[in-house]
């Protein structure tokens, strides 16, 4: 089968995304066909930033790309002057194009002209500084491709980690907090894992207080919203359980006897599995008609320009699109 062909967005040139892609090039190109989608004269930054010997290869389709592990295919995506944006800054001329390399990799991909994306960090400010007020890419994904039911999950070490709320204040994610919002989540999680698996996955789901409430001592929500969504996943012939308290939970994953978890909101799912996986963590949105990863962390303007990014994380973002995107095709 041929390699799928990915394309790698820049992200927040301010960051560290040049960096990156530039340092996980070469392994990049030995399992798939990756493009940039982005600006060559921020990616010819970083070629000099970390000393490699590659070079752009300027390009107006998908179809002329030429990657190889010193030929980086770049795709212009913008139209935004990036010529002037400071290193490791909030700018709104960074969000812009952040915003027009992911609609243009999310166009050409459902075009057929890609198999997945793989993203690179956006800076949230940066977003809201150019007027786009999408908290971050997974709404963006779900806008532009006409997705309604998605979710954004954490997959590191053999675990994954699907978030029923996302990216609001916590004051908002009680009123967020739904039953069918819990069981949507179950079964994009429960569709997702055989494929990275390769059979029928054990999910559990966490709960929302402390103790998972002690038996109403600490809220209801466990018993009203949450325990109902896993009943039904259980209805439907999905091997779920909870809710179980969310510090136990972690653990008893760790050890092997969970593949995925729900969380309840953000923080939950996110601060465990970086402590677990680190760099190893990737992003996944499942729900989308298109494969889209993401490396599990942002833009680290405190260390962008200084030629010390690691690239883990998107080496492991791209191997896993990969794989997602060939069941795809074998589907």
């Keep these: 089968m041929t390699p799928p062909r990915l394309l790698i967005t820049l992200g927040d040139v301010a960051g560290i995304g040049p960096e990156i892609v530039v340092r996980a090039w070469p392994k990049l190109v030995t399992t798939s066909r990756p493009i940039v989608v982005g600006d060559a004269d921020w990616l010819g930054r970083a070629i000099s930033l970390v000393g490699s010997p590659a070079k752009v290869q300027n390009i107006s389709r998908p179809v002329d790309a030429l990657p190889t592990a010193t030929s980086i295919p770049c795709l212009k995506a913008t139209q935004a002057n990036l010529q002037d944006v400071p290193v490791g800054k909030v700018s709104a001329s960074a969000g812009q194009a952040a915003y027009d390399f992911l609609c243009h990799a999310i166009d050409l991909t459902m075009a057929g002209a890609a198999d997945a994306i793989v993203t690179c960090p956006l800076h949230k400010e940066g977003l809201h500084g150019a007027g786009i007020q999408h908290p971050g890419h997974t709404e963006i994904l779900a806008e532009r491709t006409g997705t309604k039911e998605f979710a954004m999950v954490l997959w590191g070490d053999g675990i994954a980690v699907a978030h029923v709320t996302l990216h609001m204040a916590l004051r908002d994610v009680f009123k967020n907090l739904t039953t069918p919002a819990v069981l ?61 308290p969310a510090d136990t939970l972690f653990v008893r994953a760790h050890k092997g006897e969970f593949d995925g978890i729900v969380a309840m909101y953000h923080d939950e799912g996110h601060i465990a599995m970086k402590l677990r996986c680190g760099p190893r963590c990737v992003n996944i949105t499942v729900g989308l008609p298109i494969v889209r990863t993401s490396v599990a962390h942002g833009t680290a303007y405190d260390i962008a320009g200084k030629g010390i990014a690691d690239e883990g994380s998107l080496i492991t973002a791209a191997d896993v699109a990969s794989r997602l995107a060939v069941s795809v095709k074998m589907e």
């Design 184 to 244: 949507e989540k179950i079964r994009l999680l429960n569709g997702l894992l055989p494929k990275l698996l390769g059979r029928k996955p054990r999910i559990g789901v966490a709960a929302l207080n402390p103790h998972g409430s002690d038996g109403g001592l600490f809220g209801d929500e466990e018993e009203r919203i949450i325990a109902p969504a896993v009943r039904a996943g259980i209805e439907e012939g999905i091997d779920v359980s909870g809710p179980w």
